[in-house]
């Protein structure tokens, strides 16, 4: 039977168990307005079918203006079923607040989730921008080297020139002493020989 309650907007918890101004923890199966017959407010326009989530009505139904908590709000406020028993009433307080209770926990775990997921992405940033300072210094120091070895190396033709300028000069110098000599020992056996010849003579 319908009842009308002039109590405020009922809409919502509370604050049982400090969470209050929650919204709606199961979806309406049907619209607000989506209702047979139409009830209709003070201000004659169809009133929007509710489910309070409040502590004390929760899982009860309920006509109100459709211009409720505006400045056009006729009042219209009226229960369609009847206190649940105390049973029924903590079985739907403790269901909603179990829904409550498991939507905070996943925004807080989204929450975390984000935060993880951020710092991961600045430690790989940071990661990059040392690993690039690094390939920089390392390239610095190859073109360092790189001349180096350049200089060491024109360094090291430049001795390897000088030495096989200096090895010809010696290979010319030798031969001819070896060829000075040739002649030298040619002329002393001659020497030899004629001496005696003539000695024998
Ligand atoms: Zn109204």
């Known amino acids: 039977m319908a009842e009308y309650n002039s109590r405020s907007f009922a809409s919502g918890a509370s604050g049982r168990r400090g969470m209050g101004g929650m919204r709606t923890p199961v979806p309406y199966r049907e619209g607000p307005l989506a209702y047979e017959p139409a009830v209709f407010c003070r201000c004659d326009r169809k009133a929007p079918r509710w489910i309070s989530w409040s502590d004390d009505n929760s899982g009860r139904r309920y006509f109100r203006c459709i211009a409720a908590r505006t400045i056009n709000d006729c009042g219209f406020y009226v229960w369609i079923d009847g206190e649940h028993t105390p049973f029924l009433k903590n079985l739907l307080l403790d269901l909603r607040d179990a829904v409550w209770n498991l939507r905070n926990e996943n925004a807080q775990l989204k929450q975390l989730n984000q935060q993880g ?37 024109k360094e090291l033709e430049d001795k390897d020139a000088a030495l096989a300028a200096i090895a010809t000069m010696f290979r010319s110098g030798s031969s001819c002493s070896s060829f000075s000599w040739v002649w030298v020992g040619a002329g002393f056996l001659c020497g030899v020989c004629f001496g005696l010849m003539f000695g024998a003579m």
């Open 117 to 153: 997921t951020g710092d991961a992405v600045c430690n790989l940033r940071r990661k990059n921008a040392q690993l690039k300072q690094m390939n920089e210094e390392l390239q610095r120091s190859n073109e360092v080297m790189e001349a180096g070895m350049k200089a060491k190396i």
